[in-house]
């Protein structure tokens, strides 16, 4: 079975800074896709990005990236100039590549931005 | 724009009661999932569906039953609440195969 692990139960930064949030995961299989969800105050869960395992190249949105690495298997998310509304919950989720894309979640990261 | 619709936002129920959880989507999703949210767990998927009347058991079904009647629609059943089923209920969607999952805004059940 695939377990998520996000070690930091909360974090905060300053407005504009730079914040970095950390993931790792268990599983033996080979082929599967990575997540960063966000979940605001408003309790929308909102995908932030994704990244699939057999590409090398890590993902990027705009001001959102991640550092993706395979064999130690970490998944982190490193998220720039940081804004007020990115205050929320962030789950790192993990997905098999196969038909049925059950998603695994981590515990989640409380995530306050400061200003 | 995807939208993923649950029937309460707040819900508060008796012990021992049939509770009914809705959910319904517009995307022609042929994947729905019921997901529990509790604090320092995350998310733990109950029930998902790949078709209509299709459905399997996720990670903690104990407890909850599921019915999908047609393809929009996806229904969490408590068939006898207990205090223990206190929580945050999310409804998601997908395409197949591997599509991303669109969540609904979250029903917190309360049952006393």
């Known amino acids: 079975a695939q377990t998520v692990t996000q070690s930091q139960p909360e974090m905060s930064v300053q407005e504009a800074e730079t914040v970095t949030l950390s993931c790792t995961y268990d599983?033996?299989?080979?082929?599967?896709?990575l997540f960063w969800y966000k979940q605001p105050p408003s309790r929308q869960m909102i995908l932030v990005i994704r990244?699939?395992?057999?590409?090398?190249q890590n993902a990027t949105e705009n001001r959102f990236s991640v550092n993706f690495q395979k064999a130690a298997k970490s998944f982190s998310l490193k998220i720039s100039d940081s804004q007020l509304g990115d205050t929320a919950m962030y789950f790192c989720?993990?997905?098999?590549?196969?038909?049925?894309?059950?998603?695994?979640f981590g515990a989640g990261t409380i995530l306050r931005v400061k200003s | 724009d995807v939208k993923v619709t649950q029937s309460s936002r707040y819900l508060v129920k008796r012990t021992g009661e049939k509770v009914f959880l809705e959910c319904v989507q517009d995307?022609?999703?042929?994947?729905m999932f019921w997901y529990r949210q509790d604090p320092g767990l995350g998310l733990r998927l109950i029930y998902f569906s790949y078709d209509v009347k299709m459905k399997e058991k996720g990670d903690i079904p104990e407890g909850y039953s599921v019915s999908r009647e047609k393809k929009e629609r996806f229904s969490l059943i408590l068939e006898s609440a207990s205090t223990n089923q206190t929580s945050m209920y999310l409804c998601?969607?997908?395409?197949?195969?591997?599509?991303?999952?669109?969540f609904g805004p979250g029903t917190r059940l309360t049952v006393l």
């Open positions: 990244q699939e395992a057999y590409k090398q």
């Open positions: 989720a993990f997905m098999k590549r196969q038909y049925g894309n059950k998603l695994v």
């Open positions: 599983t033996s299989e080979s082929n599967y896709y």
């Open positions: 998601a969607s997908s395409p197949p195969p591997q599509g991303e999952q669109f």
């Open positions: 995307m022609d999703h042929e994947n």
